[in-house]
């Protein structure tokens, strides 16, 4: 099936999501569309989905014009859509998952289980899945999550697949599984829409690359034409550097002193068993690991949301266990939190407050009389201008600021403390090319100045780049800790859970 | 997208751009909107609710004008009433001016001094559930927390005989701590056992009428000798004074408006300037973050019902001594969750909620002058149906935005319905 949109734009307020975009996916292609965050990738898929309705622009489906106003439309049009966030029911199964919406009946109203069972087996077999009908979404790792996803879409006759940053979320070993799936689906003819921040994936599976910049189409390539450094100054408009420069540690102290701590998830399972582990000042240990292997709650037992089920956290000989919040924040650790649009920012609130959020207590801020705006504001003002927040003023609310101003306002506020430790979870997670480069930076520049950093992140090229030794964490144990060196094999088996056979060196 | 339109026709007249300036979607015009809106319905209601409006429609084909005339001045005659029954009566204006004496004034000014009276408790109570809103708690219990001041007060009011000043100070403060106090308890369950405030406050209502109920019989509460269920009377060191009253005694406004007054400014610095306020409004908008930057969530929730019961309970105390003087089974009548519409309708701000309240009390004031003045007697539900049809628009502003056709840049409506794909 050929899809092609015609001079798409859609406005968005004043600001122009997409600008006159026009884009042909041909059958049996695998198409990459590339950019920064608010580049308007995201708002293209979703008019071509049909959850956006564009100011103007045609959408050919095999050179016909079509109209797709909602979602059930782009799925007659065959046009199927994983998202970055899964649009699963956890409590049910596969096959229930699948026919939701469309499940076939036997005397109404009773589900013909028996037929959607045998109809996703088929589909399975087909695709070459390995997928089990009757298992439970949540007992499923996030890959296959991701896969039933697939076949969901596969399961409406999909021709067209969009893929919404479908990596992100995934281990190596999972990614370069979705890579064969990826291509299988090619050799079927399915055409395939891949978003990505990533771009050695990028030139590993593409057949045609779009970059995006501010709602245009900036360009059009192959990976024979085109290089890493290449795709990156396209997305971001000027040159970027994509290895972090950073020279070497000069510890001093250890800072933080982490003993056998275990600590306990929502549903009161053991989630840290037994994590030990020490980071001196000026130096970053970073943790690898894939997502939900215990290190939002070690990153919360650190910072104190969560209880300490048993074990130490001494920073600089002071114990931290027990402690509420604020004593933690207020002792000099900075948190850089996982989710910074649920833990870190309140969106409906200006940049000016949003920069000061854990120092309402300080004298800076507040007089007898209440809080002193004029500081405030003053504050805001500067650190827009020091840390390259684009925003129109420091009163407009944070949720107009794309994800990098978002994630540059918490690391500007963390950092305007004084601080003994900076723990940052997914410090980039979602974030583009250029504000990465700007993280980085950051992060490398305040161990510089002797805080232990803390990172937590499942991005491995990004534990590589910053750790100056790496720990891997594996269902709430340190395997093993390593120096950023280490193979990417031997990585990929820690962090699965297997002891690489030739040792890695262990330098904990 | 105004702006847009404008830049696409720069040549475009001046008039073009007022027009379109005009017809951009503001606070201020919907509010006007749904007020005409509001109106419009209540025409209607009174047209299909008077019978000899109703049989005027029979001859409409061969007296059209009549018809029309007819139920136009009925309807005008009755807003008429509203009108000058809330806010200025132009002939008694007239006559002040041709003759300018008490009696006078007090007929001129007293329509607007009863819409005051009648917003005073409003202004507080929807004060103090704004309060709460802001922060994602939902006092219902406002009704409980009037009775609570307003019982505290009472007591107060009618066993103490003090200097006025040290009287009344003494019945403000323990007012707003008895109403405190019980909201405190929806606050306390909320943070360590999680139970929900709506359900707690909604029968901490039920618990407070039935216990004005049983003290209005009891010894230390009754009148004596009275079976109706009266209380004893505020002694008049315990009264809130009138103001102008040595201008006209027919002035029905006291110094409760004036305190009320205040609290709008005390609200207002409360959200704008205060850490506390801050830390509430932060636990609203987002409890997570809050809870990362170190702020108590639990004391949080406490204080936020604590300062919406106390000015509930400020708004009892304020209607016993100011007004009634003695509490009734019926005290605070829906004072109590009018202020929960007054707080939505003055979208949790401090200023609107003031404004809010206002129009309550004027429709409370125009309605009852309506009832009493219109020769059919339309009823004073009807100015409940235009409070009720207005509070509807302005909690849906997407509605006013869609039936006047307004252009709006996202804030009431949203984008998604214009433009689509071309064929």
Known sequence: MKLELRAVTKHFGSLAANKNVNLVVEPGQIHCLLGENGAGKSTLMNVLYGMISPDSGQLLINDEVVSIRDPKDAVTHKIGMVHQHFMLIPVFTVAENIILGSEPVKPWPFIDHQSATERIVALAKEYNFDIDPSATIENLPIGTQQRVEILKALSHNAEILILDEPTAVLTPQEADA?????????AQGKSIIFITHKLKEVLEIADVITVMRLGEVVGTTTPAETNEAALATMMVGRDVSLVVEKPPAHTGDVTLGVTDLFVQDDRGLTAVKGVSFEVRAGEILAFAGVQGNGQTELVEALTGLRRVTAGS?????????????????????????????????????????????????SSQYKSWWGRKLKAIVENGTRRIAEYDIR???????????????????????????????????????????????????????????????????????????????????????????VPPTTSREDFGLLMAGSRPTVSAGSIS | MTTDVVALEPRSSRLLQIALRVRRANM???????????????????????????????TFFSHPGATISENFNAV???????????????????????????????????PISLTLQDATPLIVAGLGLAIGFRSNIFDIGGQGQVIAGGLI?????FSLNLTPILQVSLELVAAMIAGALLASLAGVLKAYTGAHEVIVTMMSNYIMVLLLGYLLITNLFARPGVKDGASKAVTPTGQLPYFFSHLSSGLLVNVGFL??????????????????????????????????????????TIITLCLAGALCGLAGMLELTGVDHFLSPNFGGSYGFDAITVALLGRNRPWGVFFGAIFFGAMYAGG?????????????????????????CVATPALIVEIFRLTDNGRFRSTGSAGGWTK
């Not at chain 1, 979705?178 to 090619?186: D, E, F, G, Y």
């Not at chain 1, 924040?329 to 407050?353: F, K, M, T, W, Y």
């Not at chain 2, 209540?42 to 049989?55: D, E, K, N």
């Not at chain 2, 007060?153 to 009011?157: E, Q, V």
């Open chain 1, 178 to 186: 979705l890579m064969i799936v990826m291509r299988t689906l090619k």
């Open chain 1, 313 to 361: 956290v001494v920073l600089n000989g002071t114990e931290l266990v027990g402690q509420s919040v604020r004593d933690v924040l207020n002792a000099g650790v900075g948190h850089v939190p996982e989710d910074r649009q649920r833990h870190g920012l309140v969106l409906s609130l200006s940049i000016a407050d949003n920069l000061v959020l854990d120092q309402l207590d």
């Open chain 1, 391 to 481: 925003a129109q003023n420091e009163a407009e609310p944070l949720s107009s600021l794309s994800g990098g101003n978002q994630q540059k306002v918490v690391m500007a506020r963390e950092l305007s403390r004084e601080l003994k430790v900076l723990i940052c979870a997914q410090p980039t997670r979602g974030l583009d090319v250029g504000s990465i480069e700007f993280m980085h930076r950051q992060i490398v520049a305040i161990r510089d100045e002797g805080v232990a950093v803390v990172i937590i992140s499942s991005e491995l090229d990004e534990v590589i780049a910053l750790g100056d030794r790496v720990a891997v964490l594996y269902d709430g144990i340190i395997q093993d800790i």
């Open chain 2, 28 to 58: 201020a015009l919907v509010l006007l909107l749904a007020l005409f809106v509001g109106l419009t319905v209540g025409a209607f209601m009174i047209i299909v609710t008077t019978p000899s409006l109703v049989h005027s429609w029979a």
């Open chain 2, 76 to 110: 005008w005659f009755a807003y008429e009433q509203i009108f000058q029954g809330s806010l200025f009566d132009f002939h008694a204006m007239r006559i002040l001016i041709d003759h300018p004496d008490k009696a006078n004034l007090a007929i001129a000014l007293g």
């Open chain 2, 153 to 157: 007060a009472g007591l107060i009011g």
């Open chain 2, 259 to 300: 305190i009320a007054f205040a609290m709008v400014f005390v609200v207002q610095w409360f959200f704008n300037r205060s850490k506390t306020g801050f830390e509430l409004l932060m636990v609203g908008q987002n409890g997570e973050a809050a809870r990362t930057a170190g702020i108590n969530a639990k004391r949080t």
């Open chain 2, 368 to 392: 009852e002058a309506m009832q009493a003045f219109t020769p059919t007697n339309i009823q004073y539900s009807l100015a409940q149906v235009i409070q009720a049809v207005v509070v509807f």
